[in-house]
């Protein structure tokens, strides 16, 4: 047997043996329907960001300087800024924390018809980012980010990379996680729509091997650790049927 056939073959048997790990994992093939409808109803959200804590807000009034104000959202959702007082960010987009800011100053009679700016100096939500990407870790969520955005804030990926099946996983309404799969490399080649998903805070994007690297792995771990061949050696067999001898040449 050739050494291009023997590699082959190890390729192969490799391959069948990781499949049902694999399979275990989640990572081959599409999501099953149920995974895939807990995804689309945890999914659920306006597409606009949603103010949270820790997130820095800046509040500019063009024609009321002396009320411009920077500060914090706290634990509990609340911005807290002179004059206005306490505003509850909860759950609210950016455009409606200016309509409180503005409504807060009306009522106290401090401004007429004031026009509020609101912007996010600093986004405290994260997702987090691990896998096949240069530098795993959390990364800020920022506006409308996708799952290539949040990759391409954690340096991209590797060489490894699967880039057609990224694993984003999610909290469902029960707190269990969900999970659905994105063809990253159809939303860099095609634009296809159906990849571009949401980030929500707290997501996790998980960029798993490729097939090849999960191969080399396996062969590495199972076989070239384990087995008590030195690696510096080929073995070839010659299986001579028309004397009936087998012979086994070993090369440095």
């Known amino acids: 047997m050739s050494l291009k056939n023997s590699v082959r073959v190890a390729a192969a048997l490799a391959a069948l043996a990781l499949t049902p790990l694999l399979a275990g994992c989640g990572y081959s093939g599409s999501p099953p329907d149920q995974q895939a409808l807990a995804f689309s109803a945890a999914s659920e959200q306006p ?15 063009p024609y009321n300087p002396e009320l411009n104000y920077e500060g914090p959202v706290g634990p ?17 987009t950016v455009p409606e924390v200016e309509v409180s800011i503005s409504k807060a100053l009306t009522d106290q009679h401090v401004a007429s018809n004031p026009k509020v700016s609101v912007s996010i100096r600093h986004y405290a939500q994260v997702v ?11 990364v800020a969520l920022q506006g409308k ?22 694993v984003i996983i999610r909290r469902g309404a029960d707190g269990r996680p969900v999970r659905r799969v994105v ?33 080399d792995l396996w062969v590495d771990q199972y076989i070239n650790k384990t087995l008590p061949f030195n690696r510096g050696f080929s073995y070839s067999v ?15």
Do not use: C, W
């Open 145 to 166: 980010m996708d799952p290539l955005q949040a990759i391409t804030v954690a340096g991209g990926m590797l060489d490894t990379a699967r880039t057609g099946e990224v």
């Open 47 to 61: 597409e606009d960001y949603r103010i949270g804590p820790g997130d820095d807000l800046s509040v500019v009034l």
């Open 128 to 138: 987090y980012v691990g896998g096949e990407v240069k530098t795993p870790g959390a």
């Open 183 to 215: 063809d990253v490399a159809a939303l860099v080649r095609d634009g296809d729509p159906a990849q571009q998903i949401a980030l929500k805070p707290q997501d996790t994007i998980f960029v798993p091997k490729s097939s090849v690297a999960e191969v």
């Open 238 to 252: 010659n299986n001579n049927i028309g004397n009936g001898t087998t012979t086994t040449t070993t090369n440095p």
């Open 76 to 92: 509990d959702s609340h911005f807290t800024m002179p004059v206005v007082g306490i505003v509850s960010t909860a759950g609210k």
